[in-house]
């Protein structure tokens, strides 16, 4: 198997959110390269870990790389979104952490073959490989209709009926083949001085191909319930950390009246929890220097069964440094 370069992004943050388990298992949700699963399993001699990834190239990778630590591993093929609560109605209480980083590797997204980058000959963005759903079919077959929804619900992008109307009319002369040439089209049409100009509707594309955003959902309602664990998620862009935002929110509610209602009647105390981090803990400088693509990580956490008023909020050289709420 060629050599992986695989940096794990707020290695240090994850740890010391994970700090206060012993013992049980961590659920590791998107276990890539197994750069999370290894540091947490070497840090931690009595915890078990199971991990899930839909890339076979990933998993492969990362069982060989865990293969030392025997039994205390093991992996699932597939998505978090589908397999998570399978795994969670199996193993129950025994689950005490999960961990969820929703983002793209860098070796996918420099990987000629995968077709995430914007030079790459091939317009593909699959995790999973045996996927029927591929950029190319987006690009070259879905309706106006639907690009403008994918290009403004998962880019965010304020000309999505322009970018929408042009791709529809080149590829009526000529069918898109590649990322590069999709790429280059955008760029010829649309002006961004911060950046790409296809960055935001390749980062639709792809959340689009993956249900990027389903799965974080399916995620999020299976996590709800669980019991004295931790729970810990890395995000990527807005969309993602507005979910997980909002989810730890309201499991973090005392009462669950109605916003608007006068009083409380509920009588209170139904949170599930504390949240962990009053703001998300972000990379350090020097994690961002020795690793640019991390820069837009953030990480939140919650303990399900804690029960304290207040958050106790982490911190890291990160957190005084760059993000928000």
């Known amino acids: 198997?060629?050599?992986?370069?695989?940096?794990?992004?707020?290695?240090?943050?994850?740890?010391?959110?994970?700090?206060?388990?012993?013992?049980?298992?961590?659920?590791?949700?998107?276990?890539?390269?197994?750069?999370?699963?290894?540091?947490?399993?070497?840090?931690?001699?009595?915890?078990?870990?199971i991990g899930i990834d839909k890339?076979?190239?990933?998993?492969?990778?990362?069982?060989?790389?865990l293969a030392h630590f025997k039994d205390r591993f093991s992996c699932y093929a597939g998505s978090f979104g589908e397999k998570f609560g399978a795994i969670l109605a199996t193993h129950g209480d025994t689950i005490k952490g999960v961990l969820a980083d929703i983002g793209v590797s860098s070796f996918q997204l420099d990987s000629p073959k995968?077709?995430?980058?914007?030079?790459?000959?091939?317009?593909?963005?699959?995790?999973?490989?045996?996927?029927?759903?591929?950029a190319k079919m987006i690009v070259n077959r879905y309706s106006a209709y639907e690009l403008q929804r994918v290009f403004r619900e998962?880019?965010?992008?304020?000309?999505?009926?322009?970018?929408?109307?042009?791709?529809?009319?080149?590829?009526?002369?000529?069918?898109?083949?590649?990322?590069?040439?999709?790429?280059?089209?955008?760029?010829g049409h649309f002006k961004s001085y911060k950046i790409h100009p296809a960055t935001l509707a390749f980062q639709a594309i792809r959340i689009e191909v993956n249900d990027e955003l389903g799965e974080l959902k399916s995620l999020l309602k299976s996590a709800q319930d669980m019991q004295n664990a931790i729970f810990a998620l890395i995000s990527f862009h807005s969309l993602e950390d507005?979910?997980?935002?909002?989810?730890?929110k309201e499991w973090s509610r005392d009462?669950?009246?109605d916003m608007t209602a006068y009083?409380?009647?509920?009588?209170?105390?139904?949170?599930?929890?504390?949240?962990l981090t009053k703001k998300p803990l972000v990379p350090s400088q020097t994690e961002i220097t020795h690793n640019p693509r991390s820069r837009s990580a953030k990480l939140r956490a919650?303990?399900?069964?804690?029960?304290?008023?207040?958050n106790a909020s982490f911190q890291s050289e990160g957190n005084n440094k760059r993000g928000g709420a």
């Open 302 to 310: 919650f303990a399900f069964g804690a029960k304290s008023k207040g």
């Open 55 to 65: 890339d076979p190239q990933a998993r492969e990778f990362a069982i060989k790389r």
């Open 114 to 134: 995968r077709g995430f980058g914007f030079y790459c000959d091939t317009l593909d963005m699959r995790l999973d490989p045996d996927s029927s759903l591929d």
């Open 1 to 49: 198997m060629p050599h992986i370069p695989h940096i794990p992004v707020l290695l240090d943050q994850v740890l010391e959110v994970f700090a206060p388990l012993e013992e049980g298992v961590i659920v590791d949700c998107t276990l890539g390269f197994g750069g999370h699963a290894q540091a947490l399993l070497e840090s931690k001699p009595n915890i078990k870990l």
């Open 255 to 257: 009462c669950i009246c």
């Open 242 to 248: 507005r979910l997980v935002k909002n989810a730890l």
């Open 263 to 275: 009083q409380c009647t509920c009588g209170g105390g139904h949170a599930k929890g504390r949240i």
């Open 154 to 187: 998962y880019g965010e992008i304020r000309e999505y009926q322009k970018m929408a109307a042009l791709i529809v009319d080149r590829r009526q002369k000529q069918p898109f083949e590649s990322a590069k040439d999709l790429s280059e089209f955008l760029k």
